[in-house]
T-cell receptor, first 114, second 108 residues
Framework: DTEVTQTPKHLVMGMTNKKSLKCEQH?????MYWYKQKAKKPPELMFV???????INESVPSRFSPECPNSSLLNLHLHALQPEDSALYLC?????????????FGPGTRLTVT | KNEVEQSPQNLTAQEGEFITINCSYS?????LHWLQQHPGGGIVSLFM???GKKKHGRLIATINIQEKHSSLHITASHPRDSAVYIC??????????FGTGTRLQVFP
């Protein structure tokens, strides 16, 4: 299984809602990533988990809260988002906990904040 | 200034043409990724390389470490190759630095 899955595919939420994005991989990878991508721009790194511990937080606002319950699962909890947070949210995983190893990306969750 | 530069930004081609996309970076890297993204879609890893050349089907990626340059070639291009191609590099960390992408359209 060389797949990273993400749910839901699409999400529309109001600014007062609380929702979660889910990412799963069964490749035995030990690093998992959240990226945010705006239209016609490259992905921007948000968080990195290495061996289930948060290793990088790219100064992301606290309305985004990551969680790594186990080595296969990564969640992104959303609360009190702003319309400018509307974007494609991509999850990725890689074999090693750190250093350069090939990243495998999920299909993304397209988020719209109204 | 983006540390990873791609050219061209946009590229159109007729089906069957040979295509080259270029990527330049500013300092030494540990590895380079070529990625493909279809409109509205997720990202697919095409290659990761740190030296030499790799080939997969009609796709070939090369890297010249001394010149800090990589190229992605597509032979016998097809409309299904239409996508954004992104070069991304590791600067000795576990963070990928992305180029701005090359938007390719192949017409039948």
């Amino acid at each position: 299984d060389t797949e990273v899955t993400q749910t839901p595919k699409h999400l529309v939420m109001g600014m007062t809602n609380k929702k979660s994005l889910k990412c799963e991989q069964h490749m035995g990878h030990r690093a998992m990533y959240w990226y945010k991508q705006k239209a016609k721009k490259p992905p921007e790194l948000m968080f990195v988990y290495s061996y289930e511990k948060l290793s990088i937080n790219e100064s992301v606002p606290s309305r985004f809260s990551p969680e790594c319950p186990n080595s296969s699962l990564l969640n992104l909890h959303l609360h009190a988002l702003q319309p400018e947070d509307s974007a494609l949210y991509l999850c990725a995983s890689s074999q090693e906990g750190a250093g350069a190893s090939e990243q495998y990306f999920g299909p993304g969750t397209r988020l719209t904040v109204t | 200034k983006n540390e990873v530069e791609q050219s061209p930004q946009n590229l159109t081609a007729q089906e069957g043409e040979f295509i080259t996309i270029n990527c330049s970076y500013s300092v030494g890297i540990s590895a380079l990724h070529w990625l493909q993204q279809h409109p509205g879609g997720g990202i697919v890893s095409l290659f990761m390389l740190s030296s030499g050349k790799k080939k997969h089907g009609r796709l070939i990626a090369t890297i010249n470490i001394q010149e800090k340059h990589s190229s992605l070639h597509i032979t016998a291009s097809h409309p299904r190759d239409s996508a954004v191609y992104i070069c991304a590099v590791f600067y000795n960390t576990d963070k990928l630095i992305f180029g701005t992408g090359t938007r390719l359209q192949v017409f039948p």
